[in-house]
């Protein structure tokens, strides 16, 4: 629980040897439920639910936004879902947008 908020599963980073400027929360993450296999569709999705997205993707992709916009299709050993990744990045804080949530991403593993 967080203050009236219940949060039904909390992701821990995978360990490794990357070292952090700060230590802390690194980003939170949102589903926006979608049957996207690629960012590139995402996108589309995303900017047709919010049309001011599009604005902010095209400036970091021209390089002259304020907003740093990365895309991304992680994939762990066994994962068979595609669970391609928009992240929104500013003044130290990251937004990162999947189709799937973890428990279902976990699911399509077993």
């Not at 400027?21 to 919010?50: D, K, M, N, R």
């Not at 895309?71 to 990162?96: H, W």
């Amino acid at each position: 629980m967080i203050g009236a908020m219940q949060i039904p599963c909390v992701e821990l980073p995978f360990p490794s040897n990357k070292v952090y400027p700060v230590e802390g929360w690194e980003h939170i993450e949102l589903v926006f439920p979608s049957q996207a296999q690629t960012c590139e569709a995402l996108v589309a999705e995303l900017i047709e639910q919010a049309p001011q997205l599009a604005s902010i993707i095209d400036n970091a992709q021209a390089g002259v936004g304020k907003i740093k916009v990365k895309q991304s299709s992680p994939k762990g050993d066994n994962e068979r879902l595609a669970n391609p990744t928009i992240a929104f990045k500013a003044k130290g804080i990251c937004v990162k947008v999947h189709p799937h949530d973890i428990q279902t991403i976990i699911a399509s593993e077993q």
